[in-house]
């Protein structure tokens, strides 16, 4: 996840910070978008990585 002020890498499967730092504020709502649409999320990352 990338905001103008903070970057942070993500963990697909269970939506944990492996790295980085976020506003608790963007992490909330980038999480909530993510559990929405998590399945989308790994189908399209098994796509480009051809697992």
Do not use: C, F
């Amino acid at each position: 996840m990338v905001t103008p002020q903070y970057s942070v890498q993500v963990r697909i499967d269970t939506l944990t910070i492996l790295r980085g730092r976020i506003s608790r504020r963007d992490l909330e709502i980038a999480l909530e978008w993510a559990r929405d649409h998590q399945k989308e999320i790994e189908d399209e990352w098994q796509r480009l990585n051809g697992r």
